[in-house]
């Protein structure tokens, strides 16, 4: 192993451990103010940054078992297993969140606080962009669970810009408070299109296909 590759997998666990970190501490207020504030686009980002966080978790363990037989012929198949479970996982959170969201658009019953929903989300959206800076833009090709980490926590940045502009209107107007399940469905759809792609890579990668981590996007 060159020192070049054993330097990259040590900024590796690094980078996942700090990441893993920021998404920990957000996890907490976010289900505390999607339940104060009513809000089912930040719950939505609350279930999403828990699926993140697990695999998160799961993508480190995979990381030292690969870094410890580097040259075995399937040294990445344990990086595949941790991105297709990461990417099952924000599915079946996708699915109850569209539910909840579906169900709150036909009521037209629920009240959200936009303020709460504006501040969390922003603060949100800013710790997630430390989470990207810290990845780096070397995440993007460096294996298949880096870009994985890396375009989960772009997306999740950007949903949290919109469920703020969505808080902000609803704060500022004292309306609309449909904006926040529509917002929601939109996450969710994104979060569904991103899962689908990463799972057909994990599975080529499970089966020793080459995936090219350059143009899947």
Do not use: F
């Amino acid at each position: 192993m060159t020192d070049v590759t054993h330097s990259t997998r040590w900024s590796q666990r690094t980078r996942l451990s700090i990441v893993l970190t920021l998404n920990l501490c957000l996890i907490g207020a976010l289900v505390v103010v999607g339940l104060m504030a009513g809000s089912v686009g930040v719950l939505a980002a609350a279930g999403d940054t828990v699926a993140d966080s697990i695999g998160l978790l799961l993508g480190l363990v995979a990381v030292v078992l690969r870094d410890h037989h580097p040259d075995h012929p399937h040294a990445q198949r344990p990086v595949g297993v941790v991105a297709l479970i990461n990417s099952a996982a924000l599915m079946v959170v996708t699915v109850l969140v569209a539910v909840e969201s579906v169900r709150r658009l036909s009521e037209h019953a629920t009240e959200v606080r936009g303020l709460p929903m504006l501040i969390v989300s922003v603060v949100s959206m800013l710790v997630l962009l430390a989470g990207v800076w810290v990845l780096g833009a070397s995440a993007a090709t460096e294996d298949l669970h880096m870009r994985s980490v890396l375009l989960d926590t772009l997306a999740d940045a950007g949903a949290a810009a919109g469920v703020a502009v969505a808080g902000a209107i609803i704060a500022v107007s004292g309306r609309y408070q449909w904006l926040d399940p529509a917002i929601a469905l939109i996450v969710c759809a994104l979060v569904v299109i991103a899962s689908v792609h990463l799972i057909i890579k994990a599975v080529a990668a499970l089966r020793g296909i080459d995936v090219d981590l350059d143009n899947d996007y």
